[in-house]
């Protein structure tokens, strides 16, 4: 009997390290898994061009209360806490989106790239592998803002009206997680 206990002491102690190391384990993989996923979320603002001037012509420019409209664009994304602003706008090759991102580009210091607006797949392609765990806007049309969204993996959104210029679309997109859609409407 006496043997039983001693040999019952003497086991306890080797479970203690493996049980500590085992849960100091899970609980690294569980932080580690927790911290990359927030680093490697990238976060892509999608917003319409401004409101445009019915010229009749291909390429309008921005009215004036498109451009009162892109300035309160520039107002909001240029007043992020430090370390929170964007890295970059996207803006197509129109000058309606050219002169609705450029404000925001020059406000906050940043480049501001030219795509063209049939090259969606390409644009997603590029935005995750260079900008992974970033801030972009993307600045699109009625018809480009949608597919866009769904290109990056976020759930079908509505079309956009002709006179929707309101919507500002927060994708979220997370390495290892589902890609989130938040629509705002702003005034």
């Known amino acids: 009997m006496q043997l039983k206990k001693h040999a019952a002491l003497r086991r306890r102690p080797l479970l203690t390290p493996v049980w500590l190391?085992?849960?100091?384990?899970?609980?690294?993989?569980?932080?580690?898994?927790?911290?990359?996923?927030?680093?490697?979320?990238?976060?892509?603002?999608?917003?319409?061009?401004?409101?445009?001037?019915?010229?009749?012509?291909?390429?309008?420019?921005?009215?004036a209360a498109g451009e009162a409209h892109a300035a309160r664009y520039a107002a909001l994304f240029g007043t992020a806490v430090r370390g929170q602003h964007l890295q970059v706008v996207y803006a197509t090759e129109f000058r309606r989106t050219q002169q609705t991102a450029g404000l925001v580009a020059r406000r906050?210091?940043?480049?501001l790239r030219i795509i063209p607006a049939a090259d969606t797949a390409e644009l997603v392609e590029h935005l995750l592998r260079h900008y992974r765990g970033q801030r972009v806007l993307v600045v699109g049309h009625s018809n480009t803002v949608p597919a866009l969204i769904s290109a990056l993996g976020g759930d079908t959104v509505p079309a956009l009206g002709e006179a929707d210029y309101s919507r500002l679309y927060v994708v979220s997109v997370g390495l290892f997680s589902r890609t989130t859609v938040t629509e705002l409407a702003l005034p």
């Open 108 to 111: 906050l210091g940043i480049p």
């Open 21 to 63: 190391s085992a849960l100091g384990a899970i609980l690294f993989a569980v932080t580690l898994s927790w911290v990359w996923q927030h680093v490697a979320m990238t976060t892509v603002f999608v917003i319409r061009h401004a409101e445009k001037v019915a010229s009749g012509t291909q390429d309008p420019a921005l009215s």
